[in-house]
């Protein structure tokens, strides 16, 4: 069974920063692009950003772009994600999601982990 | 940037169809995900690529894509489908959600 949990969530101030991480299980890490998603209380889906298989290829909402850095350890099954220059904005439950084949990113997620909760607020 | 539009809401009764839209320039061009999202829970994929389901997704849910429109179709609609639903496609190097359609069942 795919397993995906998140982690490292938490209260942090304004202009702070904190890495998030998901570990996976249940299937070959390496083979599939992963993804992190976020939803603001009470918002809806906003996509944060993905990375391939490799590692090789990354790509970012403009809303996080030059402050969150996606990254992954294939030896540990981690997926992670570095926010910095954290703002009020950035507040929301943060979801890790697996592709669902491959490295294809028209392709869709599936599944996602349960999220963890960011509060940017002073 | 590309945009996809959704209604804020969609109301069915019992039994009867529900069909929740998702506006896009084009969108018939492009593979169109939706997922589905009950209160306090991670979104589930119930259609991929506009029209297949998962397996363990029941039949009643359907979803087509043409034109400037896609569409998800829920047929005899139950209490348990009440959530709210999303719409999802990737463009120019991002992944594009819609804002959501909360689906009420009467």
């Known amino acids: 069974e795919v397993q995906l949990v998140e982690s490292g969530g938490g209260l942090v101030q304004p202009g702070g920063s904190l890495r998030l991480s998901c570990a996976a299980s249940?299937?070959?890490?390496?083979?599939?692009?992963m993804s992190w998603v976020r939803q603001a209380p009470g918002k809806g889906l906003e996509w944060v950003s993905a990375?391939?298989?490799?590692?090789?290829?990354?790509y970012y909402a403009d809303s996080v772009k030059g402050r969150f850095t996606i990254s992954r350890d294939n030896s540990k099954n981690t997926l992670y994600l570095q926010m910095n220059s954290l703002r009020a904005e950035d507040t929301a439950v943060y979801y890790c999601?697996?592709?669902?084949?491959?490295?294809?990113?028209?392709?869709?997620?599936?599944?996602w982990g349960q999220g963890t909760l960011v509060t940017v607020s002073s | 940037s590309y945009e996809l539009t959704q209604p804020l809401s969609v109301s069915v009764a019992l039994g009867q169809t529900a069909r929740i839209t998702c506006g896009g320039n084009?969108?018939?061009?492009?593979?169109v995900h939706w997922y589905q999202q009950k209160p306090g829970q991670a979104p589930v994929l119930v259609i991929y690529?506009?029209?297949n389901r998962p397996s363990g997704i029941p039949e009643r849910f359907s979803g087509s894509n043409s034109g400037n429109t896609a569409t998800l179709t829920i047929s005899r609609a139950q209490a348990g489908d009440e959530a709210d639903y999303y719409c999802?496609?990737?463009?120019?190097?991002?992944?594009?959600f819609g804002g959501g359609t909360k689906l009420t069942v009467l």
């Open positions: 999601a697996k592709y669902s084949s491959g490295d294809y990113f028209e392709d869709w997620f599936d599944p």
């Open positions: 249940g299937f070959t890490f390496s083979s599939y692009a």
């Open positions: 990375i391939s298989g490799s590692g090789g290829s990354t």
């Open positions: 084009n969108i018939g061009s492009k593979n």
């Open positions: 690529r506009d029209s």
């Open positions: 999802q496609v990737w463009d120019s190097s991002t992944a594009v």
